[in-house]
Every structure is written in structure tokens, then in C-alpha cells.
């Protein structure tokens, strides 16, 4: 599985890089190991394949259910670490996965927004973060996707200083609390990095 993952990212890595020119900032704030969840803005549909690819430890994405249906992808995407997620609703299933994955000290990915940015503006960011983040030991990486995304055009990706949520756990914060928390890190990345 993991060999099929590196043949993967560094596939994307090879016909991605180049056509969006993907500068990156920050690596040196990705914990070598133990639990990170990895938050960013969402602007593309090709958001997972860039932030995955850049981040030096395998990411497991939570990815709407529906790509596990469509003819190829279904085949791929496991492989990739990704699992399936049913939006506008409460899956269960994913919440045990996405812990699981955090509980084992790996990388869960997730875009916080719940669904990409029409306008590329960071928009509001659902309870789902926050919930993760509170309930598991993990530290939150910030990350910023800057685009926009234009063949050959520079694309900017942002990995801010891990934040340690314990001190938020203590305090017993909320769920959107927290989100909002991590959301003004990745607008604070935004801001910095445009």
C-alpha cells in the first residue's frame, strides 16, 4: 500500500509540478512523526493531489463519497489513502476512520470548508476540524493553497507552525470554537503568503 502511495504522489508530482509550478513554505513546520492534522483552504478540486503531494509524511484524505463510485478513481483512491465521507450528514464510519488514522499517529487531511470556494475566498469553516482536533492527541497543521491555478502559472503552497491543541482541550472549547481557531491560522497564512 505504501509503495503504491509513493508511486502515486510521485506521479502527481512529475505532471503537477511543473504544469502549476508549485512553490512550497514551510516543510521544516511538518512534525516528523506523530498525529497532524493537516487543515487548508479549499480552492480546486485538484487541492488534495497538491497539498498531498508537497506534504512530506502520506496524507489520509476524507473524500466525498461520491469519487468512490466514479469508473477509475474507485480503484485509485484507496490506494491513496483516502476514504469515503457522506456530506450534509453525520457518517459515522468516517468519524471512526478519521480518529483511527489520527490515533495511529499518521496524517489525516481535511479541508474544513466542507466543499471549494466558488469565489477563492476562504469561507467559513465547519465543526469538523475543531471535533478531530479536540478529540484526538494530534497537533493541527495550518496550510494555505494560494493560487489561482493557471498552466504554468506559480502556485503557492503554505505549511504554517503546527498548533498544540491541548490548551484548547483543557479549556474544554467547542468544536466550532476550535475551527475557528485553526481557520484564522490558514487566513493568517493567506494573508501572509499572497
Known amino acids: 500500500m505504501a509503495d503504491l502511495y509513493n ?22 513546520n511538518v512534525p516528523k512523526e506523530g498525529a497532524v492534522l493537516l ?3 479549499h480552492i480546486s478540486n485538484l487541492d488534495p493531489p497538491i497539498v498531498g503531494m508537497m506534504f512530506p509524511r502520506p496524507v489520509a484524505f476524507m473524500a466525498k463519497e461520491e469519487l468512490f463510485s466514479a469508473p477509475i478513481i474507485k480503484h485509485i483512491l484507496p490506494h491513496l489513502k ?33 466543499t471549494r470556494s466558488k469565489d477563492g475566498k476562504l469561507g467559513k469553516g465547519m465543526a469538523g476540524a475543531g471535533f478531530f482536533a479536540l478529540r ?18 506559480k502556485l503557492k503552497v503554505v505549511y504554517g507552525k503546527p498548533l498544540d491543541m491541548e490548551k484548547y ?12 481557531i485553526i481557520m484564522n491560522q490558514i ?3 493567506i494573508k501572509k503568503y499572497q
Do not use: W
Not at 105 to 114: A, I, R, S, T
Not at 136 to 153: D, E, H, L, R, T
Open 82 to 114: 483516502a476514504f469515503p465521507v457522506k456530506r450534509g450528514m453525520s457518517d459515522r464510519d468516517a468519524l471512526r476512520k478519521a480518529l483511527a488514522v489520527l490515533k495511529e499517529g499518521e496524517v489525516l487531511g481535511l479541508f474544513p470548508e466542507g
Open 187 to 189: 487566513a493568517e497564512l
Open 7 to 28: 508511486v502515486g504522489k510521485n506521479l502527481c508530482r512529475a505532471i503537477l509540478g511543473p504544469l502549476y509550478r508549485v512553490e512550497v513554505h514551510g516543510r521544516e
Open 136 to 153: 484526538s492527541n494530534a497537533v493541527v497543521v495550518p496550510c494555505a493553497v494560494i493560487g489561482p491555478y493557471k498552466p504554468f502559472g
Open 169 to 180: 482541550r483543557q479549556e474544554k472549547v467547542s468544536a466550532e470554537e476550535a475551527t475557528a
Open 39 to 41: 487543515c487548508s483552504n
